[in-house]
């Protein structure tokens, strides 16, 4: 034995100083996927020195590597991402929050639904932190302070609608979660010597999260509602003379929703009815994104034909092609006969037109200057996503490697209650964690420890993804430490204390909480969904 | 021998020991020594060497490492970082040759991101076309669902260590928000030390054979169809760890400055 010392009778909690050390090192303020990958490290090397740690573990890790870059179903995260990129530089979601303001305001606490409603609307766009809370914090509080809304009021709404996007499909979160959700489940099936498993996807958890996610919008809406109604002067109407003319209202609201909420359905529907891979539907929401910008920007005049002429063609022309391509066969093969070719000669042009709208946009982002900027914003994003999740795949296996996986395990068997009792305390776990991490930390480090174990017990593996999300999205609302209160703060006016955003999200987080509880009791919430649709 | 993967390999291997060790140690002895040439250049040296006689300890005393067997090896290595810190510490000056290195470092990694950023536009567009060319025509081309693989992989890689320049790497900020701007030039240069720089190495290490075996058989895709490049693929893993470790040299350089508050040039 080369190592003596004392290092021996530590070596057995080397797994737990490793969590411990990872929580200092993460709130010392470095990048998390590096802190995560340093910490990771330095356990190795001292699991080594004690000799209790196999370098054999380390051995998959760039397998592991490599396959974050080939993960088919990660490849839509980029995608999504794009779409949201272009949905707010173009100003779309700016306009959305304008148009249904306008459309809302005369009713009291109107400014509140519209704010719900377009946090729910721009779920895709949102998976990543804050976004929608800052976008939303940024437009709408101010408006709806000079309203003469209750300070705490409009900034629990806000930044409860801001959350919202999280749980709803299609959201990056959800996607991520799938996919990690989807290994432990096949892990945990392996591991009782099921040999031919049961998969769960990620279309599964978008159905699943779907009805739990609109209940919340209702909630939040009756509760908006509610204190219109009793405390009038907390979300007063906008004076009717000051909105101008109805009918104006309605045709701006016609003109700027109909677009982005087609796209969203259209996207989110084919990903439920199983028709599109979540990749495939992302892809078209990033190109259906852009044209809906390209039919928003104005460019120079003078040309031949207008750029929103093309747009609208091009994104007619993808309808059309949809509805032929569901109606005739359009496959290409040899000898075909001569209607079909002249079916398939229609499709190309179609095809080529649908194309010069995603030029004609692309090129009017182009000129105005924000092509550059949305393209640069995606790549950002995603390499933040991908390396936390190489970040993580490195402590995963480390942690393995010092027996943490059995510590988890043997300490989630040992609750008390049972199966209750483990899904509570893993819930509770990861209620705190989201004080401090982020979704996408959680999800690549915490799911896949505590995944296996719990779907071992044999809980549904949709539900807890459900309940998981909703969990983080109530654990990022709760002051002092919640996520959306700190970007709700730092875009907020001074005027507004933080102690009235304490207060306005309470009555928010009560709903989440009461989501939950019906959630626990009634699990078909989330499971119905999904096996009506995949059986 | 001829160029084979093997002596390809090993050259590969040469040059991470003997230039890229010693430049991450460059920030840390211009920091401390400034524009004091022999003492930084002393510093300098010292510090590679160390951290070598460290490493070679290290492995000697873990019993699950396997021990470094070849003296020859380990005395070329300590005599070439010896002589190549020595002289260019002295010819350059660690301070100089960090500040210049920065710009270099920083400048090929974001031109690199905002060439690399267009692969964004070309994978939705890629992905884009193959749903049609799936929906409407039937025709399923592994090919084009290959390529979109390739340019997202080659998308996000790339600009890791851009997105560390930027600042897009997702920190745990409840008390680094509100951080001096001293006390978080010291969280940056000692993450860049203690986390970032040992990943990137970590990467650099387990990924080489990896890399290696995959070139030395052209790896391609398990598909007849498919994109022949998977060998192409797997490098990114090695550009990752390059490309952080530049950006990282970045961070810490201007972390060390911030901490000395040194004049900018």
Known sequence: ????????????????????????????????????????????????????????????????????????????????????????????????????????????????????????????????????????????????????????????????????????????????????????????????????????????????????????????????????????????????????????????????????????????????????????????????????????????????????????????????????????????????????????????????????GVAVSARALFAGGVLGEILDQTARVTTMVFTILMGAALFSLVFRGLGGDETVRAALEATPGGLVGAIAVVMLVMFVLGFFLDFIEITFVVVPLVGPPLLAMGVDPVWLGVMMAINLQTSFLTPPFGFALFYLRGVAPESVRTIEIYRGVIPFIGIQIIMLGLLALAPSLATWLPDLIYG | MPLSVEFIGEALAWAVKIVALPIIFLPLAAMLAGRNRPMATAIWTSACLGAAVLGGVFSWLAVDLPTPRNPVALAGWAAATGIITVFAGLRFGPLRAADQLERAFAMLVSKTASFIKWGVAIMAITQFTAVLLRYVFSVNSIFVQESVVYVHGAVFILSAGYALLTDDHVRVDIFYRDAEPKRRALINLLGAYIFLFPFCLLILWTSSPYVASSWAVFEGSTEQSGIQGIFLLKSLLPLLSLGLAAAGFVTAHRAAGVLTERARP
């Open chain 1, 1 to 356: 034995m080369t190592d003596g010392f004392c290092l021996c009778a530590a070596a057995g909690w080397l797994d737990l100083a490793m969590v411990a050390t990872l929580c200092v090192a993460l709130l010392a303020g470095y990048p998390a996927a590096f802190s995560l990958a340093g910490v990771a490290i330095l356990f190795s090397l001292i699991g080594l020195a004690a000799g209790v740690f196999d370098p054999g573990f380390l051995k998959p890790l760039p397998q592991r590597l490599f396959g974050s870059i080939t993960n088919q179903t990660l490849i839509a995260v980029p995608m999504f991402i794009l779409m949201g990129v272009i949905l707010e530089k173009a100003k779309i979601a700016e306009e959305l929050l304008d148009e249904m303001a306008k459309l809302f305001g005369s009713m009291r606490g109107g400014l509140g639904f519209s704010v719900t409603v377009v946090g729910a609307l721009l779920a895709a766009s949102t998976g990543i932190v804050g976004a929608t809370v800052v976008t939303m914090g940024l437009l709408s509080l101010p408006t709806m302070l000079r309203r003469g809304y209750d300070p705490g009021f409009a900034a629990g709404s806000i930044a409860a609608a801001g959350t919202l996007g999280q749980i709803i499909p299609p959201s990056i979160v959800l996607i991520l979660l799938g996919d990690v959700i989807s290994n432990a489940y096949q892990k945990a099936q392996l591991e009782q010597g099921v040999f031919a498993p049961e998969t769960v996807s990620v279309g599964d958890l978008f159905a699943g999260a779907l009805i739990p996610g609109l209940t919340l919008v209702a909630l939040y809406i009756a509760w908006q509602a509610w204190v219109a109604a009793t405390a009038p002067n907390k979300a007063p109407a906008i004076p009717a003379e000051e909105i101008g003319d109805r009918s104006e209202a309605w045709r701006g609201a016609l003109r700027t929703l109909p677009a982005p909420l087609a796209l969203i359905i259209g996207v989110l529907g084919s990903i439920l009815a199983g028709i599109a891979t979540p990749t495939e539907a992302a892809s078209v929401g990033a190109i259906g994104a852009l044209l809906i910008a390209g039919s928003r920007i104005k460019t120079d005049g003078g040309a031949f034909i207008s750029q929103r002429t093309i747009v609208f063609a091009s994104a007619a022309s993808l309808v059309l092609l949809l509805l032929l391509a569901a109606r005739a066969d359009l496959r290409l093969e040899a000898g075909a006969g001569a209607t079909k070719t002249v079916l398939i000669a229609i499709a190309a042009l179609f095809s080529v037109t649908a194309f010069s």
